[in-house]
Nanobody
Framework: EVQLVETGGGSVQAGGSLRLSCAASELSFDDYAIAWFRQAPGKEREAVSC????????YYSDSVKGRFTISRNRAKNTVNLQMDRLHDEDPAIYYC????????????????WGQGIQVNVSS
């Protein structure tokens, strides 16, 4: 059974950093795009970033571009999201997703999802 597990969430002060990690079991990231989505209370799920292993491209939403960095650790079969300069628009549950996607920000294209991890930012 394929499982995606997110780690690294928590609470940080505004301006601080967190690093999320997505690990997979029974799935090799070689064949998929791996994305991070987030959902804040009362808001729709939002695409944050994607590492597309098919074309080795990375993608970011405008809201996180320049602050977040996505990367892959091949040895550990993980995809990480380094989040810097966190502010009050960033708190949400962050989800890792994997799938053979065409458009990275379309959550319908992802077949596998993690359970999510909470990120809080205090001012």
């Amino acid at each position: 059974e394929v499982q995606l597990v997110e780690t690294g969430g928590g609470s940080v002060q505004a301006g601080g950093s967190l690093r999320l990690s997505c690990a997979a079991s029974e799935l090799s990231f070689d064949d998929y795009a791996i994305a991070w989505f987030r959902q804040a209370p009362g808001k729709e799920r939002e695409a944050v970033s994607c590492f597309d292993n098919m074309d080795q491209e990375t993608y970011y939403s405008d809201s996180v571009k320049g602050r977040f960095t996505i990367s892959r650790n091949r040895a550990k079969n993980t995809v990480n999201l380094q989040m810097d300069r966190l502010h009050d628009e960033d708190p949400a549950i962050y989800y890792c997703a994997a799938g053979p996607v065409v458009y990275w920000a379309d959550d319908r294209a992802y077949a596998y999802w993690g359970q999510g991890i909470q990120v809080n930012v205090s001012s």
